[in-house]
């Protein structure tokens, strides 16, 4: 079993930032793959970023590449998400998710989930 537990969420004027945090604890070295998806009021949970779980690979929707950045503290086994320029379309849960290996944007890669942390982003 993988554990996951995100931070960090919370209400941001439009251009601001905010950092998730994602701490990782458990059986971790099953893990290949670290995703960010969110999920907005009435819409399917999307991919967000996504990198690698022994590597530095990171993925990243088109619609937030250049102003979200995934990273990864190794000593901590934390996976951050960093968000700037946030807009209001950026506003959802946020969730993290640990998976196998395999095409990272497809959510049925995951086999563990956060609970979730909802940003809201005001215009």
């Known amino acids: 079993q993988v554990q996951l537990v995100e931070s960090g969420g919370g209400l941001v004027q439009a251009g601001g930032s905010l950092r998730l945090s994602c701490a990782v604890s458990?059986?971790?070295?099953?893990?290949?793959?670290m995703g960010w998806f969110r999920q907005a009021p009435g819409k399917e949970r999307e991919f967000v970023a996504a990198?690698?779980?022994?590597?530095?690979?990171?993925y990243y929707v088109n619609s937030v590449r250049g102003r979200f950045t995934v990273s990864k503290d190794n000593a901590k086994n934390t996976v951050y998400l960093q968000m700037n320029s946030l807009r209001p379309e950026d506003t959802a849960v946020y969730f993290c998710?640990?998976?196998?290996?395999?095409?990272?944007?497809?959510?049925?890669?995951?086999?563990?989930w956060g609970r979730g942390t909802q940003v809201t982003v005001s215009s």
């Open positions: 458990g059986r971790t070295w099953s893990v290949a793959n």
């Open positions: 990198r690698s779980w022994s590597g530095d690979t990171t």
């Open positions: 998710a640990a998976g196998r290996s395999g095409v990272v944007a497809d959510k049925t890669q995951y086999d563990y």
